[in-house]
């Protein structure tokens, strides 16, 4: 299995504030990367896949970088909407892996 | 517009069984590969199983191999996940998902339904 390492776990930001979360694999995966925001109570949803390209929707303070093991999922501009906790996951291989989640909170 | 609809979660005891189920519109849900993904109370996300659009392929996590059986229905637009031996690990919120146009991420998910497994 593909191990994922993903940082901080807590992340206290302020609005306006730029935030970047990480996330390092065990192994390569290419850009076989996606993440996810959710919402306490909530289901979570999808941000980016492939690393990189931004779900329909998804306002484009959010970006996201990173091939191989290495990858960034940067929010520019936070907004009071975007406190929530944020997951990455692969899908190069099976079993699918999620990062054990980056909560950022209101500083 | 994309729905999914889970139910069947409930309390059941440890070593019990479960079936949850999916109802999914909006969608030609014949076309795309289907997921199951939980998170037990106040943890992260775990993926649990996969299953192509035709149930070809199936994967599911070490986790759960040998007790959780998924399914799908093409002609009734559903999807299912059979849970047995049911143990205290397996409470969760369980989600159903959509694999993503390019496979492999979950772009669109349900509501959830919880699973308690608890004497």
């Known amino acids: 299995a593909i191990w994922m390492t993903q940082s901080p776990s807590l992340l206290s930001a302020s609005t306006g504030d730029r935030v970047t979360i990480s996330c390092r694999m065990s192994?390569?995966?290419?850009?076989?990367l996606a993440w996810y925001q959710q919402k306490p109570g909530k289901a979570p949803e999808l941000l980016i896949y492939?690393?990189?390209t931004l779900q329909s929707g998804v306002p484009s303070r959010f970006s996201g970088s990173g091939s191989g093991t290495d990858f960034t999922l940067t929010i520019s501009c936070l907004q009071s909407e975007d406190f929530a906790t944020y997951y990455c996951?692969?899908?190069?291989?099976?079993?699918?892996?999620f990062g054990q989640g980056t909560k950022v909170e209101i500083k | 517009e994309v729905q999914l609809v889970e139910s069947g979660g409930g309390l059941v005891k440890p070593g019990g069984s479960l079936r949850l189920s999916c109802a999914a519109s909006?969608?030609?849900?014949?076309?795309?590969?289907m997921n199951w993904v939980r998170q037990a109370p106040g943890k992260g996300l775990e993926w649990v199983s996969s299953?192509?659009?035709?149930?070809?392929?199936?994967y599911y996590a070490d986790s759960v191999k040998g007790r959780f059986t998924i399914s799908r229905d093409n002609a009734k637009n559903s999807l299912y996940l059979q849970m047995n031996s049911l143990r205290a690990e397996d409470t969760a919120v369980y989600y159903c998902?959509?694999?993503?146009?390019?496979?492999?991420?979950?772009?669109?998910w349900g509501q959830g339904t919880l699973v308690t497994v608890s004497s």
């Open positions: 909006g969608f030609t849900f014949s076309s795309y590969s």
């Open positions: 492939a690393a990189s």
């Open positions: 192994q390569g995966i290419s850009s076989y």
């Open positions: 299953i192509s659009s035709s149930s070809s392929y199936i």
């Open positions: 998902a959509r694999d993503g146009e390019y496979s492999g991420y979950d772009d669109y």
């Open positions: 996951q692969q899908y190069y291989s099976f079993p699918r892996t």
